[in-house]
């Protein structure tokens, strides 16, 4: 039996505790870019390998999901316009959703739509 996107998340996240911001939390989740170096050789950044490849894969099922939601499908759209790829709009939708995320486990508060575009 499948475990659904929300209960995935929360089983790997927690209360968030262990994040001190929502930066943490993406890093952790593996949606930040990483830097390939070596040496004193930087080849720029690129889309990251590494984090819980488990909560990452909840939340992108999760903000696939939620493109049917008016505030989701218009931030979406806005990355589209500005010649972002899906992926690379979805994954900005992702980290958008996973500031949400943090915010709403931090001060143990239920979402609420159109607060988030003002983030």
């Known amino acids: 039996m499948a475990i659904g996107a929300g209960a995935r998340i929360l089983a790997e ?3 968030a505790s262990a994040f001190p911001t929502a930066a ?6 593996g949606l930040t870019p990483t830097t390939r170096r070596s040496g004193t050789s930087i080849r720029g950044e690129g ?19 939620s493109l049917s939601s008016p505030e989701s499908r ?15 709009a979805l994954i900005c939708l992702t980290r958008r ?3 949400v995320l943090h915010a709403m486990l931090k001060h143990r508060a239920l979402y609420q ?7």
């Open 97 to 99: 959703r996973v500031d």
């Open 24 to 29: 943490h939390l993406a890093s952790y989740a």
């Open 13 to 15: 996240v927690g209360d």
């Open 74 to 88: 218009a931030y979406y759209d806005k990355k589209r316009a500005e010649k972002k790829r899906h992926n690379a």
């Open 47 to 65: 889309p990251p390998r590494g984090g819980n490849k488990t909560l990452k894969r909840a939340l992108f099922l999760a903000s696939f999901a």
């Open 113 to 119: 739509p159109g607060h988030e575009q003002a983030a």
